[in-house]
């Protein structure tokens, strides 16, 4: 019998993390056997019993099927919300129409996407990548939901690329009805099943925009009231709080900083690698290659996580955000 339905929402997480470690750089048919063995691994397991594990299996089954179709030379017809993950994490903006999420997405990423005082002026998913200490964050700016229409052609679309995010940044403007939004979005959210029983699949969060309008101020209060979400209030034109929300973005993802270092050497502390909270030495050891997973023989560590710095460690330790890991090969002793 699966476990207990509380425990899908981080336990998914696990896996897409886990896809997309495991997938990295990878094409054709290794890549289709790879994504095999995470269905059925969640099959084994009797995972797919629960709602946002069947709609994952879809969305792995959609892509063996594009992949393959590829292969056979079948032509593909352009999608406009097909987005390439690059960086290290992927954040989708998840809002109304003309909120400001587009204005949003300018300030702070290298995009540009269009803006405009009317309806519907993003009509197709925008990647852009943000910069926070050497971590590469993808933002995805999707078309906004108009007139809280609950059928509108392009609602499915942008749902679908809701679910390959890593995380949720719900806009909500504060010129306008907040309650409205708010509740609206929550549904849309509880719909793609990225929010289940109450928890959400990944890290949701919410930017208040247009914070700068005389007004605003008992918008923020009545949002702060009723939302379940911790709720990151921005001026676009504030220097300061641009940057603090890049700092919000990388805490959103609840990821770390992991560097590391060959013996001898100094640690690269240019090029972190990018991981999921709790993650162990094994972890790092496989994505640096699978010879150091094998042939792991132990590692010293440098950091938060231990009692002192070059501590020798198993394959089993946690690290912690900023931490420097050195792995030794059982050749290598």
Same mark, same amino acid.
């Given at each position: 019998?699966?476990?207990?339905?509380?425990?899908?929402?981080?336990?998914?997480?696990?896996?897409? $993390?886990?896809?997309?470690?495991?997938?990295?750089?990878?094409?054709?048919?290794?890549? *289709?056997?790879?994504?095999?063995?995470?269905?059925? &691994?969640?099959?084994?397991? @009797?995972?797919?019993? /629960?709602?946002?594990?069947?709609? $994952?299996?879809? =969305?792995?089954?959609?892509?063996?099927?594009?992949?393959?179709?590829?292969?056979?030379?079948?032509?593909?017809?352009? &999608?406009?919300?097909?987005?390439?993950?690059?960086?290290?994490?992927?954040? /989708?903006?998840?809002?109304?129409?003309?909120? @400001?999420?587009?204005?949003?997405?300018? /300030?702070?990423?290298?995009?540009?996407?269009?803006?405009?005082?009317?309806?519907?002026?993003?009509?197709?998913?925008? @990647? @852009?990548?943000?910069?926070?200490?050497?971590?590469?964050?993808?933002?995805?700016d999707l078309p906004g939901f108009v007139y809280y229409n609950d059928d509108w052609k392009i609602n499915k679309q942008i749902i679908r690329v809701s679910r390959t995010s890593d995380a949720i940044l719900m806009v909500i403007e504060l010129s306008s009805e907040v309650k409205a939004q708010y509740d609206f979005l929550l549904g849309q959210l509880q719909k793609a099943e990225i929010i289940m029983d109450g928890d959400p699949v990944v890290p949701i969060k919410i930017i208040a925009t247009k914070g700068d309008l005389s007004y605003s101020k008992d918008y923020y209060e009545l949002l702060k009231s009723f939302s379940a979400y911790e709720i990151l209030p921005i001026t676009i034109?504030?220097?300061?709080?641009?940057?603090?929300?890049?700092?919000?973005? $990388?805490?959103?993802?609840? *990821?770390?900083?992991? $560097?590391?270092?060959?013996?001898?050497?100094?640690?690269?502390?240019?090029?972190?690698?990018?991981?999921?909270?709790?993650? =162990?030495?094994?972890?790092?050891?496989?994505?640096?290659?699978?010879?150091?997973?094998?042939?792991? &023989?132990?590692?010293?560590?440098?950091?938060?996580?231990?009692?002192? &710095?070059?501590?020798?460690?198993?394959?089993?330790?946690?690290?912690?955000?900023?931490?420097?890991?050195? *792995?030794?090969?059982?050749?290598?002793?």
């Open positions: 019998m699966p476990e207990n339905l509380s425990f899908y929402p981080r336990k998914l997480k696990s896996y897409h $993390y886990d896809f997309i470690r495991l997938t990295n750089e990878k094409s054709g048919s290794d890549l *289709v056997q790879i994504i095999r063995e995470i269905i059925n &691994d969640i099959k084994s397991r @009797g995972y797919d019993q /629960a709602g946002c594990f069947k709609e $994952y299996i879809k =969305t792995l089954e959609g892509m063996i099927q594009e992949i393959e179709s590829k292969k056979k030379g079948k032509k593909r017809e352009y &999608d406009p919300f097909a987005i390439k993950r690059s960086g290290d994490a992927r954040i /989708a903006l998840f809002g109304m129409t003309n909120v @400001g999420k587009s204005t949003l997405m300018n /300030a702070i990423t290298n995009s540009k996407s269009k803006t405009g005082n009317f309806s519907t002026t993003t009509t197709s998913a925008l @990647g @852009g990548t943000c910069m926070y200490d050497g971590v590469q964050i993808q933002l995805i034109k504030n220097e300061k709080s641009l940057e603090d929300l890049k700092e919000d973005l $990388y805490d959103l993802l609840e *990821v770390m900083k992991i $560097y590391t270092k060959r013996h001898h050497y100094k640690p690269d502390l240019d090029t972190p690698m990018v991981f999921q909270k709790g993650s =162990t030495v094994g972890k790092i050891a496989r994505k640096i290659h699978k010879d150091f997973f094998s042939n792991f &023989d132990y590692a010293m560590v440098w950091g938060k996580s231990v009692e002192f &710095d070059g501590q020798r460690v198993g394959i089993d330790h946690e690290l912690m955000d900023g931490d420097i890991v050195e *792995v030794f090969l059982k050749s290598e002793t």
